[in-house]
């Protein structure tokens, strides 16, 4: 099979890149590495051009380790978007740390390399190598700030649990490769759908939920979330979203992959088995949340009752619902990065990451105030923003999928999240400031306004005109196997 | 038309985003000239509307194809009657927020928003559409009650967004099971309607859906036992709020019950008309008892108003031509009584900074004209023949009576003690000797005459001539009776 380098293009891009990046942080001062940002950005913005253009190609690339194909591109393109705003509005607050930007900005890009072979694998070795560089750049990434120990605290906790989680997940794809002596993930399609009908058949199911349970903690789902809050509260705040939005993402691309794709001779099994951790999720998710009093925390909690909500989706096994979850993690790359944008802002202007600490933000600053607002408002899905459009999705999928309980479980945990989530906006708009808070500073830097500007107008397009999207969402939904 | 009568709110909202804090006078300007325009574009439409046809002014352009999801706007009967009213109370409200100075900006801003999501909802004829306005008038009254509102606001104002928004996403999902079980692939109400009429929509779970549905538009009008959230946040509420919450948002309940359950579901809504009607007898009781042992004169009209919406409710389940038309007749009336009600509360409590019912009394020497106007507003909402409140509770009863007759039997009941505590309030209120502490206190002034008068001559004029209202709404009620299978 020839080794095709072009349609791996953006990943070149953005390792290339990342590695320019480690190089040029050597030779400058770390006061001085705001413009190796811009660079990094750039080759972020090359990469999305890149994948862009290259958006109608379908076929193998590597040898076999990766496919091109719709849902690949849909994923390449999101983590690239979501890369993107982390980049922009992640700088002002990591540069006020005094830490490397050229190192934050290197190790940021390639994760996201990571992150987006997981999503092209068409090889599980591939897959795990996507795996690894995505989370051994996260463990450093969470404990990027050496001198604080609730930063240190995040790695640890991450690094520890995702180790167990790689294991785990390395001794599910040993038994699959036993069970069917391949490492290609149509390969292992076609060997399991031998292997089911023999004696095999409980070795098949055991190696299923040993990869559902190592990619559930991957996306961080309940019982497997418990190093989340911490890592979520400790680690830089623009990587805490870089965490939500494609650290998710790349769990779900990795189910979709090797669980749907793959396993798919299993899929009267898996349907039941998602649908019971999307409901348990949400609910310990949602549940939990209301008791947080750290806004990171709480951010923590949502991103774990959101995962809840988007494997309703998976749940449900058919293309509706591959569909909804597309839409679904597009719409919420836009709001939960606002989120964190916002945290991020506000904190480097001296303001504290507790939700008290946003009593009076209405007044003291209605621009960030209003924008938050509508970010909150999209999480608990209230029409107008992504994320109506994008519960609508989901319910519909598992209404016509024959879900309707969980559809119901969905309603149920959006009415609670109203609870926490709606505790924020009433702080910022009914409560007074606290004594000594931090004055209104309106202006923040170009990078900054430029990121949330993209984020607030991406929750009010896709709530408001989503048809391109549903389309967009619909057309990369196409699973082959399925 | 329609779109710029629905929007012109919306864009004076966004318009005041750019308008200094500072300038309260500007602000409240440049709210009222878009709320008249607006008001101006509905009465331009009530002018251009034909009562023989069905829905005009359509506005039909696909909103999201992949979805079959459209942006459909049209007026009915139905459809204008409630434009009008809104439109109405939006200018009065607004005109009777001169009290608010505190973050003035911010409460415009909200309440355009608010208007363009009430008029939007009163003319959606796509299901999705329609969940999008009925949302979206959810926030702004929030922030509405729990930054401008008194008492207990907070609770209030969260209480009111839990309740409602629960009833949202339940309906949400009856109206998604609703979608897949016709499999037409259309949320467009005269469409799903048309297969209604000719019995060919296969509805597997119509009951559930039913009750789904039903379950929002019943928390949305307060009946009981969904109500706990009204009084709180008809009373905490700020005056202008209260107006809208209870002239405007209440019928949106009713109206969705008229516009989607009971036009979409008829056989569903048959088999719960006992049950619903139940439910509007134990409102109407109920809440006329609850308003007699108030002690708060908000209170008291807050309850006031669970009661009337429980007319509204009988005579819809009763199904009639006549219980129907009154329903909707008693929806407008009650909009206009309890508007001049709340405002009347606004102006004697910014007189005496009390509502409490006992502090009153002897205030028809020191109110001037304005005890004139409480007695008139109390005739009204008792249903004194030759006043619009008469004619709707008449029809409904009268049309309910072939239906449910012990449940009208009970319904008159709650008719005496609603007389008993809207005279009891005036004696409060206004008879006995004059009291030391409220003599002097300054007339009612012509701002205030301003919103009130208008309230007060459409009462008369609805209670006279009805007929203004009853032939625009002749058509829509009768294809709605005919779905329900009725005469």
Not at chain 1, 217 to 243: C, N, Q, R
Not at chain 2, 438 to 457: Q, S, Y
Request: aromatic share 12%.
């Amino acid at each position: 099979m020839p080794v095709d380098f072009g349609s791996v293009g953006p990943e070149i891009v953005l390792a290339g890149t990342g590695m320019l990046l480690i190089l040029l942080s050597a030779f400058v001062a770390k006061e001085r590495q705001r413009p190796l940002a811009y660079v990094g950005i750039l080759g972020i913005l090359v990469a999305l051009a890149l994948s862009w253009a290259d958006s109608g190609a379908t076929g193998t690339a590597l040898a076999g380790m990766v496919r091109l194909d719709p849902i690949s591109t849909f994923f390449r393109v999101t983590f690239l978007a979501a890369a993107l705003v982390v980049a922009l509005t992640g700088l002002d607050f990591v540069q006020s740390r005094g830490v490397s930007v050229g190192e934050f900005y290197a190790l940021l890009l390639l994760a996201t390399t990571g992150a987006i072979l997981m999503a092209l694998a068409w090889d599980i070795v591939m897959l795990y190598i996507g795996l690894e560089l995505l989370s051994v750049l996260s463990y450093v990434l969470a404990g990027f700030f050496r001198e604080d120990p609730k930063s240190n605290e995040a790695g640890i906790k991450y690094f520890l649990n995702g180790a167990l989680a790689s294991a785990v997940l390395l001794f599910g794809l040993s038994m699959v490769y036993g069970l069917t002596g391949t490492t290609s993930i149509p390969g292992i399609a076609a060997g399991l759908g031998r292997a089911v009908q023999g004696p095999m058949a409980p070795v098949a199911l055991l190696a299923l939920g040993f990869i559902l349970g190592a990619l559930a903690f991957k996306v961080a789902a309940v019982p497997f979330h418990l190093w989340a809050p911490d890592t979520y509260e400790g680690a830089p705040t623009p990587f805490a979203g870089f965490l939500a939005a494609v650290s998710e993402g790349a769990g779900m691309a990795a189910i979709i992959r090797i669980v749907f794709t793959g396993m798919a001779p299993l899929s009267s099994s898996f349907g039941v088995w998602i649908a019971v951790l999307a409901a348990l999720t949400m609910t310990v998710g949602n549940v939990t949340a209301l008791w947080q009093t750290n806004f990171k925390r709480l951010m923590a909690y949502s991103s774990v009752a959101q995962v809840g909500y988007i494997l309703v989706g998976l749940a449900v096994v058919t293309r509706e619902g591959i569909s909804s979850v597309l839409f679904y993690l597009f719409a919420y790359l836009f709001m939960t990065l606002g989120v964190f944008a916002v945290i991020a802002a506000l904190s480097v202007q001296g303001q504290g990451e507790d939700i008290a600490d946003y009593a009076g933000l209405g007044q003291r600053n209605p621009w960030m105030a209003g924008l938050l607002t509508l970010f909150m408002a999209s999480l608990v899905g209230i029409p107008t923003t992504a994320g109506f459009m994008a519960k609508l999705g989901l319910i519909s999928a598992s209404v016509s999928g024959g879900y309707t309980w969980l559809a119901l479980f969905l309603a149920v945990n959006s009415a609670i999240s109203v609870g926490y989530y709606w505790n924020v906006v009433r702080n910022m708009w009914l409560r007074p400031s606290p004594e000594g808070a931090v004055p209104a500073r309106r202006a923040t830097s170009a990078a900054a306004g430029l990121g949330l500007a993209v984020a607030a107008v991406g929750v009010l397009v896709i709530g408001l005109l989503p048809n391109t999207f549903y389309v967009f969402a619909h057309w990369a939904s196409f699973i082959p196997g399925h | 038309m329609l779109s710029v009568a629905v929007f012109l709110p919306l864009f004076g909202a966004l318009v005041l985003l750019f308008v200094p804090e500072a300038q309260r006078r500007a602000v409240r300007a440049i709210a009222l000239v878009f709320l008249s325009l607006s008001a101006l574009a509905v009465l331009l439409i009530a002018i251009g509307f034909h009562a023989g046809q069905g829905l005009q002014f359509v506005e039909d352009v696909p909103w999201m194809p992949a979805l079959h999801v459209n942006y459909f706007l049209a007026v009915d009967g139905l459809s204008l009657v409630m434009l009008g009213l809104t439109a109405l109370l939006g200018l009065i409200a607004a005109i009777a927020a001169h009290g608010i100075t505190e973050r003035t900006k911010l409460f415009f801003i909200l309440f355009l928003l608010l208007q363009t999501a009430l008029l939007g909802i009163f003319c959606a004829e796509d299901l999705i559409l329609f969940m999008f306005f009925f949302d979206v008038m959810l926030i702004p009254m929030y922030f509405m009650i729990g930054i401008w509102g008194s008492g207990r606001r907070e609770y209030s104002a969260v209480k009111f967004l839990i309740y409602t928004i629960i009833g949202s996403v339940v309906m949400l999902i009856g109206i998604l099971a609703l979608y897949f079980h016709t499999g037409q692939q259309t949320f467009s109400i005269p469409e799903l309607a048309r297969l209604v009429a000719s019995r060919r929509l296969p509805v597997v779970w119509e009951d559930w859906i039913f009750l789904a549905i039903v379950a929002g538009f019943l928390i949305k009008l307060g009946i009981v036992p969904l109500h706990t959230w009204l009084p709180d946040a008809y009373v905490d509420a700020p005056i202008p709020a209260s107006l809208i919450l209870a002239g405007v948002m209440s019928k949106v309940g009713a109206y969705g019950l008229l516009r989607v359950s009971q036009y979409l579901l008829p056989s569903a809504a048959q088999h719960f008309a006992a049950l619903l009607a139940v439910l509007g007898v134990i409102t109407i009781v109920y809440g006329a008892l609850a308003a007699t042992a108030q002690h708060d004169f908000k209170k008291l009209v807050a309850f006031s108003s669970v009661s009337h919406m429980g007319f509204v409710l009988l005579g819809i389940a009763a199904g009639t031509q006549l219980a129907i038309t009154g329903a909707i007749f008693e929806m407008v009336s009650h909009g206009l009584v309890v508007g001049m009600l709340f405002l009347l509360v606004g102006v004697i409590y910014e007189r005496t900074h009390t509502r409490e019912l006992s502090r009153f009394g002897g205030m028809y020497a020191s109110l001037g004209s304005g005890g004139g106007i409480l007695g008139f507003a109390a005739m009204a909402n008792l249903g004194l023949p030759a006043l619009s409140g008469f004619i709707g509770e008449f029809f409904v009863l009268a049309g309910a009576f072939t239906v449910f007759r012990t449940e009208v039997f009970w319904a008159i009941l709650g008719i005496v003690l609603i007389a008993g505590y809207n005279l009891w309030m005036l004696q409060k209120i206004l008879m006995g000797p004059e009291r030391e502490e409220w003599k002097g206190l300054p007339a009612i002034n012509g701002r205030e005459l301003v919103t009130l008068v208008p309230l007060m001559a459409l009462c008369v004029l609805l209670g006279l001539f009805p007929n203004s209202i009853i032939h625009v709404l002749h058509l829509p009620v009768q294809q709605l009776v005919a779905h329900l299978g009725g005469q």
